[in-house]
């Protein structure tokens, strides 16, 4: 299957009907995307294909030939983006597991929607988190979107 990850094209050796989930973690050894419910409730596996935020537990490999695929590994790699800066500005990690599904979902949503309102983060963060920090997440989302706009 080739693709481009992270910015980099890649070939993995999967069946094409293996989620990308885990021709991520095991083909390609890139553990970030997490695992939480295999039917894409959680979001826990939400990465970027061509931009749109996508649960990777039930997208097959094949879904992703010839496109451009973000994990949590591709989203400040060189520093920290400006949504990981507001995640940590907002202390929203507990446990931190659902965090990289988290990122990715609102990185997916301020490069659509810059200034994203309640209802916008409403209808774009669909996913779960069982440490229940959505008001901290929420006002990073908005930070994110500040961060964003005055290109830090």
């Not at 590994?73 to 597991?97: L, N, T």
């Not at 209802?119 to 997440?137: E, F, H, K, S």
């Amino acid at each position: 299957m080739n693709f481009t990850l992270n910015q980099k094209p890649v070939a993995l050796d999967a069946p094409p009907e293996k989620p990308l989930l885990w021709a991520l973690r095991e083909d390609a050894a890139l553990t970030g995307t997490k695992f939480g419910c295999g039917i894409a409730a959680c979001g826990a596996c939400t990465v970027m294909v061509d931009g749109q935020a996508v649960r990777s537990c039930v997208t097959p490999v094949s879904a992703v030939a010839g496109k451009a695929v973000t994990t949590i590994e591709g989203v400040g790699d060189k520093a920290p983006s400006p949504v990981q800066r507001a995640w940590i500005e907002q202390q929203v990690p507990q446990c931190g597991y659902c965090q990289p599904g988290f990122i990715m979902a609102t990185t997916a949503l301020l490069a659509k929607t810059p200034n994203p309102t309640d209802a916008d983060i409403d209808a774009a963060i669909t996913n779960l988190c069982r440490c229940g920090t959505y008001p901290a997440m929420r006002a990073a989302i908005k930070r994110a979107a500040e961060l964003t706009k005055a290109g830090a």
